[in-house]
């Protein structure tokens, strides 16, 4: 089991950048998928950003591709999310979630959630 605490959100102008950050506990950080999911007030839960287990495989979600950078240190047990020009749009509960087989596009593969941190972008 893995528990997730995320951190590095807040309120950013447009245009801006922030780094998101995942701590996870335990020693079998590198046995897992991460990936990077985010809920917008009054929508479904949307994949952003996943990174495999061996950190070779990347994915994101189409509309942050050159945007945004997964990433991932297991000696930190760490998974980051680097998120650069910033819009208004991306504005949501971003969560870090786990999965002990490979990576997924799809939120409800994943196994192991954390408690999610806000991200506020300003027009």
């Known amino acids: 089991q893995v528990q997730l605490v995320e951190s590095g959100g807040g309120l950013v102008q447009a245009g801006g950048s922030l780094r998101l950050s995942c701590a996870a506990s335990?020693?079998?950080?590198?046995?897992?998928?991460m990936g990077w999911i985010r809920q917008a007030p009054g929508k479904e839960r949307e994949f952003v950003a996943a990174?495999?287990?061996?950190?070779?495989?990347?994915q994101y979600l189409d509309s942050v591709k050159g945007r945004f950078t997964i990433s991932r240190d297991n000696a930190k047990n760490t998974v980051y999310l680097q998120m650069n020009s910033l819009k208004p749009e991306v504005t949501a509960v971003y969560y870090c979630?786990?999965?002990?087989?490979?990576?997924?596009?799809?939120?409800?593969?994943?196994?192991?959630w954390g408690q999610g941190t806000q991200v506020t972008v300003s027009s």
């Open positions: 990174i495999s287990q061996n950190i070779v495989i990347t």
């Open positions: 335990g020693r079998t950080f590198s046995r897992y998928a």
């Open positions: 979630a786990a999965r002990s087989r490979s990576y997924s596009r799809w939120d409800t593969d994943y196994d192991y």
